[in-house]
């Protein structure tokens, strides 16, 4: 069945530092993936998806390259900020309309 | 716009008590669910349903019932309240392609005492 990993957190980091979230996952066929934010007290919000090999999704400094050869989505931005601080969730889409979720990984950025 | 809207925003409950956790969408999405989230588990899906009339069982769907009469709306009830229903509760829809992804409810928090 199809399933995605997500690096374990809490990750901690300091304001303007490098931020990546590894994701992998395993699918038949050809997945979209995406990642999705929740601030504190908020439901999911979409960040940045890509529907094909070698696409790169990207939306307020985060990117994430869909690699079909390594089976992975790594989020990443060059320099974050205290209102980067949430809890960011890796899915894919394969086959069907419904989407199969990774835990998450909560995220700290501390000025 | 609304989205999806989900009230009410905080319940508590006692064990035994039932209610009814409200959902409605206006962007006409075939797609609705019901997820859980709990520490250290992430989101779990309890029902789901493809369209008016049309519902299905997601991963934890024990103690709660859900119909679909409108498009519109995909209420969640509890029937006979209990601690380990204490969660936050989100409603997610969609068009019925992969590709789109969710939009998601701000939440509903469950206590159950």
């Known amino acids: 069945g199809n399933s995605v990993t997500q690096m374990e957190g809490p990750v901690t980091l300091s304001e303007e530092a490098f931020l990546t979230i590894n994701c992998t996952y395993t699918a038949t066929g050809y997945p979209s993936l995406f990642w999705y934010v929740q601030y504190p007290g908020e439901g999911l919000q979409l960040l940045l998806k890509a529907t094909k090999a070698d696409d790169k999704g990207s939306n307020k400094g985060f990117e994430a390259t869909y690699r079909k050869e390594t089976t992975s989505f790594h989020l990443e931005k060059g320099s974050v900020q205290v209102s980067d601080s949430a809890v960011y969730f890796c899915?894919?889409?394969?086959?069907?309309?419904?989407?199969?979720f990774g835990k998450g990984t909560k995220l700290s950025v501390i000025p | 716009n609304a989205g999806v809207t989900q009230t009410p925003k905080f319940q508590v409950l006692k064990t035994g008590q039932s209610m009814t956790l409200q959902c409605a969408q206006d962007?006409?999405?075939?797609?609705m669910s019901w997820y859980r989230q709990d520490p250290g588990m992430g989101l779990r899906l309890i029902h789901y349903?493809?369209?008016?009339?049309?519902?299905d069982q997601g991963e934890v769907p024990n103690g709660y019932n859900v119909s679909r009469s409108t498009t519109e709306d995909f209420p969640l009830r509890l029937l006979s309240a209990a601690p380990s229903q204490t969660s936050v509760y989100f409603c997610a829809s969609s068009p019925l392609t992969v590709n789109y992804g969710y939009t998601f409810g701000s939440g509903t928090r469950l206590t159950v005492v």
């Open positions: 899915a894919l889409g394969a086959g069907s309309y419904q989407l199969t």
């Open positions: 962007m006409n999405h075939e797609y």
């Open positions: 349903s493809v369209g008016a009339g049309i519902t």
